[in-house]
């Protein structure tokens, strides 16, 4: 594992950068007033609702609810994960990332030439299996099935397939030249070690698809039997480099072809999306031996509008489907789109697109179930609805799923077909909501319509203006008023204080944590409040929670039986009795 990025340098790193010109070189920003506007490059969009605010070196997206920093920027367009993306914006800046020891550990960390280093012999390793296809023995055998295949060597080239030989010591061979080496093959998993100590190759007489990251760097490796025998496929195990929940086969190729998508098709193999790829279906990537997780699905909703999701008709596939539809319920905001294929049984994208040809292939895209079809045809399939008990049943694991789709439309949308499925009225099925949820669904309203808890106020008011926080002194006594989000708000009111901040400089500090969403949604609140009358609005909110706090010490003390109110414990109280009359 690389050595950790130090936080002050990913906070020096937001400060420098200027969100303006990192969203410039990417999207065409106009000015208004004092921010920028422009149609918003994570949905489609005909009026401008995405707007850039250089004060508070934040973005947000009012139409998909898109935000954030810089950093989050660079992700969200490049499609990069959290490293990557501190790598990419410190280097349009002309900086080096340095990296940390490994926290506690006692191990240090592994420095940027090691990690390329890693990257060099993955891209060697890569070469040498496409070279093989070209000297093997086994070239008339390998590259026969490849015709076979109806594979062109246009495309074999475009995705670097190649071959492992049958030798148990190939790999070993050619890159474990020293002690050193050998251990590098290991990490990566390139070879492998019996129980007795013996070193051979991972992958052996069997078809090479390198697997690439966002950025084009070899990972990992998909590697397919030729002729019979198990496994069929056999993936590279998780490594340093290699993380299978976080990779898509065909994604960085996909990418080279298309700036812009309006679709991408998630398939289940390799052999899949290069043959659709040779069919001119260059839109198709695969997941690595999973369900599509949340950060592929994440990943692709940043590349297009609309996900289709191409499975085999089988219980396996069908499985991997639903899977996939639980990932994306809290990705699904307005604007995005899943759908899904389920092809004849015995069939799959690599047999249909060879006998149908693209046209064919795209006729049945074109008419995938859509995502409310497919969640209720997959929740009804075992439930009879003539019955109370299969109601019950319907309502009891349709309304939890139904409650973690981001979009308010798809919500309404899934709660309607639920109640036409019940022969209810959706109302009706309101009453049916448990206390808790219409709790969480009222706080959403309120925080929406700008009527928050102080607490929150204060904190939304400090996330947005981090200069508040040097307006009035920190009080640590507040850290024990009996208020939700207090020690929240401690920490914010600590951190704006010490320091001058912008509002992505303090959210920065919150990545990773259990707060960060309500921060981030805080961040793009209308609080309503006119400029002027922020510090005065800011300074009585405050003065609220100190309020708050008089009283609740006030009855801490006067609760305390005779002989626990020491003199120290009584002049408290007259100062705190004192204070409130003051007040």
Not at 154 to 183: C, H, M, N
Not at 437 to 446: L, Y
Request: aromatic share 8%; net charge neutral.
């Amino acid at each position: 594992m690389a050595g950790l990025i130090p936080k002050d340098f990913i906070q020096d790193l937001i400060a420098r950068a200027d969100i303006v010109s990192v969203v410039e070189t990417r999207v065409r920003l106009k000015k208004a007033g004092r921010n920028y506007q422009a149609c918003c490059p994570f949905h489609n969009e005909k009026s401008p609702s995405f707007t850039v605010a250089p004060d508070k070196q934040f973005y947000h997206c009012f139409g998909c609810g898109a935000h954030g920093n810089a950093l989050d920027f660079v992700m969200e367009y490049d499609g990069l994960d959290f490293p990557d993306a501190v790598e990419e914006l410190a280097a349009s800046m002309g900086l080096e990332v340095p990296r940390e020891t490994r926290g506690g550990s006692g191990k240090p960390g592994r420095d940027k030439s090691e990690i390329e280093d890693d990257f060099q012999l993955m891209e060697q390793c890569a070469r040498f299996f496409a070279k093989q296809l070209k000297t093997s023995s086994e070239r008339e055998r390998v590259v026969g099935y490849l015709k076979n295949r109806g594979l062109s060597g246009e495309v074999v080239r475009d995705f670097g397939i190649g071959y492992a030989p049958e030798a148990w010591d190939a790999i070993l061979r050619e890159f474990g030249t020293s002690k050193e080496r050998q251990q590098q093959l290991l990490a990566l998993k390139m070879i492998t070690e019996s129980e007795r100590g013996k070193r051979f190759d991972f992958f052996r007489d069997r078809i090479m698809f390198p697997i690439r990251d966002r950025r084009g760097r070899v990972v990992g490796f998909g590697g397919r039997v030729l002729d019979k025998g198990e496994p069929k496929y056999l993936n590279s195990p998780e490594t340093r480099l290699f993380h299978k929940g976080r990779e898509l086969y065909g994604f960085y190729e996909m990418k080279q072809k298309h700036r812009e998508l309006e679709r991408v098709i998630i398939v289940e193999g390799y052999m899949d999306v290069v043959a659709l790829a040779q069919y001119g279906v260059t839109n198709a990537v695969a997941a690595l031996g999973t369900a599509a997780t949340s950060e592929h699905l994440q990943l692709l909703f940043r590349q297009a509008k609309q996900i289709v999701c191409c499975f085999d008709g089988d219980r396996a596939g069908r499985d991997a489907a639903w899977r996939a539809l639980e990932n994306a319920l809290p990705l699904l905001r307005d604007g995005t789109d899943l759908r899904f294929l389920f092809l004849p049984d015995g069939e799959d994208p690599d047999t249909i697109v060879r006998a149908e040809k693209a046209e064919g292939f795209q006729k049945r895209v074109e008419k995938a179930m859509s995502f409310r079809d497919y969640f209720f045809d997959h929740i009804t399939a075992e439930l009879d609805l003539r019955t109370d008990a299969g109601k019950s049943t319907l309502v009891a694991t349709a309304r939890p799923l139904i409650q973690q789709v981001a979009s308010e439309f798809y919500r309404s949308l899934l709660m309607e077909e639920l109640a036409k499925k019940l022969s209810r009225t959706v109302p009706e099925l309101e009453k049916l909501v448990p206390h808790q949820a219409r709790s969480d669904a009222n706080a959403s309203r309120a925080q929406k319509n700008g009527s928050l808890s102080p607490v929150a106020r204060a904190i939304g008011l400090l996330v947005q203006y981090p200069q508040l926080g040097q307006l009035v002194p920190v009080h640590q006594e507040l850290e024990r008023l009996q208020l939700e989000g207090m020690k929240v708000f401690m920490g914010l009111h600590r951190q704006t204080a010490a320091q001058k901040l912008t509002t992505a400089q303090v959210l920065e500090a919150w990545r990773g944590t259990k707060f960060e969403p309500h921060l981030r949604r805080l961040a793009s609140w209308e609080h309503q409040v006119l400029e002027e009358n922020l510090e005065q609005e800011f300074s009585e909110t405050y003065m609220f929670l100190i309020d708050r706090y008089l009283e609740q010490r006030y009855e801490e003390l006067k609760a305390l039986p005779a002989s626990e109110m020491t003199k120290a414990r009584l002049q408290e109280l007259n100062e705190l009795i004192r204070m409130m009359k003051r007040n």
